[in-house]
């Protein structure tokens, strides 16, 4: 949580952040399946109860040591508290397929969405599970964002059925070739990429966000200045 609020408190326009739902059904930011990266510990959110998941701390130990043993698991709620402190800033809350798995659609959607309802025009609910995507489509007024695992015509076909506001994909999972991936009935197309020398070419063919692990050279851009959310 300290991490999202040092991004808003520069400015960030947009955050997003994964979710896993706990054995007693508690939603908490965690992108694996498994604490084990995170704790030290290898338990499984979806199996394990959140009172024994906060008491452990989470600072990364395999990279950081001790460094940040005072951390621990946050909840989603935590977060929508955030939010409400910068109330034009967007948040996209992936639910991950462990916990659609563990829980099942209706729930997993149903737990997440009654713990953002109050920010809930701050929030989009993104997910690889299209299935998921079009329940929300069937039942509330919000909007989605499909994450794809790659590019292909049966995935054209699906996003162009299923509408997404936002579209997320691979930039290195992508067919070869200057194919229009942005243009079709979604709002945003947004890149994952992991190298500096792609960001220009994007640029160039119109795609209007990105994420990206070289944040820290985009921030350090000029042109960014004052674009802030505060």
């Keep these: 949580m300290p991490g999202f609020r040092a991004a808003l408190q520069a400015g960030a326009c947009f955050v997003e952040t994964d979710v896993q739902?706990?054995?007693?059904?508690?939603?908490?930011?965690s992108h694996d399946p498994s604490?084990?990266?995170?704790?030290?510990?290898?338990?499984?959110?979806?199996a394990t109860d959140y009172e024994t998941l906060r008491a452990l701390p989470a600072g990364y130990p395999q990279r950081f040591a001790g460094r940040f043993q005072d951390l621990h698991i946050a909840r989603l709620d935590e977060l929508v508290e955030l939010l409400k402190?910068?109330?034009?800033?967007?948040?996209?809350?992936?639910?991950?397929?462990?916990?659609?798995?563990a829980h099942?659609?209706?729930?997993?959607?149903?737990?997440?969405?009654d713990i953002i309802n109050p920010v809930l025009p701050q929030c989009a609910l993104i997910s690889f599970n299209d299935a998921l995507l079009a329940h929300v489509r069937r039942?509330?007024?919000?909007?989605?964002?499909?994450?794809?695992?790659?590019?292909?015509?049966?995935?054209?076909?699906?996003a162009i059925d299923l509408k997404p506001d936002y579209l997320f994909c691979n930039h290195k999972r992508l067919p070869p070739g200057n194919a229009p991936l942005w243009q079709g009935p979604w709002q945003w197309v947004v890149y994952t990429i992991?190298?500096?020398?792609?960001?220009?070419?994007?640029?160039?063919?119109?795609?209007?966000?990105?994420?990206?692990?070289?944040i820290s050279?985009?921030?350090a851009d000029p042109a960014l200045e004052g674009r802030g959310c505060v």
């Design 194 to 214: 992991n190298t500096a020398s792609v960001v220009p070419r994007l640029l160039e063919r119109g795609v209007q966000l990105l994420e990206t692990d070289i």
């Design 35 to 46: 604490v084990l990266k995170i704790t030290g510990r290898d338990l499984l959110v979806t």
């Design 139 to 158: 039942f509330w007024q919000l909007p989605v964002g499909w994450v794809l695992h790659e590019w292909s015509a049966h995935s054209k076909d699906r």
């Design 217 to 219: 050279q985009l921030l």
């Design 21 to 29: 739902i706990t054995a007693d059904g508690m939603a908490v930011l």
């Design 104 to 113: 099942g659609i209706s729930m997993a959607v149903d737990t997440v969405l």
């Design 85 to 101: 402190q910068w109330p034009k800033a967007r948040a996209f809350i992936e639910i991950k397929e462990a916990s659609i798995a």
